[in-house]
């Protein structure tokens, strides 16, 4: 079919005006049907036309995934909860008990096996009026209190920040995890160090309130890990002045006199 849509609906009401003025029924007929005919082969000529479809960038492997950038709002969105409790507080074998105590072989059937019995006879039904809620305490969500204090005086080096070369330091004498992730087991000292960074500032957060000078070994002037000297450090959320000298060995801050009240203590660094 040569003409548009457009053009032929055009040509075909002509038609039948022109039609119109004929005397004869017999005319009109047979361009009315004509009409008719050509309007319903409009939806034929469409579904023969098959939409352009754009090569989806992505493959279904793993490797493929592995290319996806996260958009830049959602970098930015560095602060989340997540809380769960209920019945799997029983046993207390993670997320996934009601699940995996099903499936023989897993570390969870094994458990309840051990614990509870054949999950035929004893399944998560029978678990969950065990939970009872006795320990509940709601102070506790006074946490949520502090995490927001703590996040409106430190969210300069959170919301915004990105990843520094390194995601952090560890004490010379804590075991190595042999993960694909952080290791972000609790028992954390000052000691413990996770950076990021903003441009040319770098932000140094000690996960445990400093007992003594703050030991950064990945800004030493010998560092692998950049070639710019310190300008300033402060505190995040303190305007005391601080006293601090990068050495060979490490970037030394002294212990400030008067510390926040919160435990996790984050430093300003400045790189020229």
């Known amino acids: 079919m040569g003409c548009s849509l457009i053009k032929c609906t055009k040509y075909t009401l002509l038609l039948i005006i022109k039609s119109l003025k004929m005397k004869t029924n017999l005319m009109k007929r047979f361009y009315i049907s004509g009409f008719l005919g050509l309007i319903l082969l409009f939806p034929v000529s469409a579904q023969q036309q098959k939409p352009s ?28 909860i997540w809380s769960h409790w209920g019945p799997q507080a029983v046993p207390r074998q993670g997320d996934w008990y009601a699940k995996r105590l099903y499936q023989e072989g897993t570390p969870g059937y094994k458990y309840h096996v051990e614990h509870y019995g054949h999950p035929s006879e004893f399944g998560y039904k029978d678990i969950i009026p065990l939970w009872k809620a006795e320990r509940w305490d709601p102070d506790m969500l006074k946490i949520l209190e502090e995490i927001g ?39 954390f000292s000052s000691n413990d160090i996770r950076f990021t960074s903003k441009g040319n500032t770098l932000y140094a957060y000690c996960l445990g309130k400093p007992e003594a000078d703050i030991i950064i070994k990945s800004l030493a002037k010998s560092s692998k890990l950049t070639n710019n000297a310190i300008a300033s450090v402060s505190m995040i959320g303190s305007k005391e002045k601080l006293s601090w000298k990068q050495s060979a060995d490490a970037l030394v801050i002294k212990k400030p006199i008067n510390m ?13």
């Open 53 to 80: 479809v754009t090569e989806d960038p992505f493959k279904p492997t793993d490797e493929s995934l592995k290319q996806y950038q996260y958009p830049e709002w959602f970098r930015d969105a560095k602060f989340g």
């Open 260 to 272: 926040p009240a919160w435990q996790v203590i984050g430093f300003k660094i400045d790189l020229l």
């Open 149 to 187: 204090i703590w996040t409106s005086a430190n969210g300069e080096g959170i919301y915004g920040s990105r990843p520094w070369k390194v995601y952090g330091e560890k004490p010379a004498n804590k075991a190595t995890a042999k993960l694909d992730r952080f290791d972000e087991n609790f028992g």
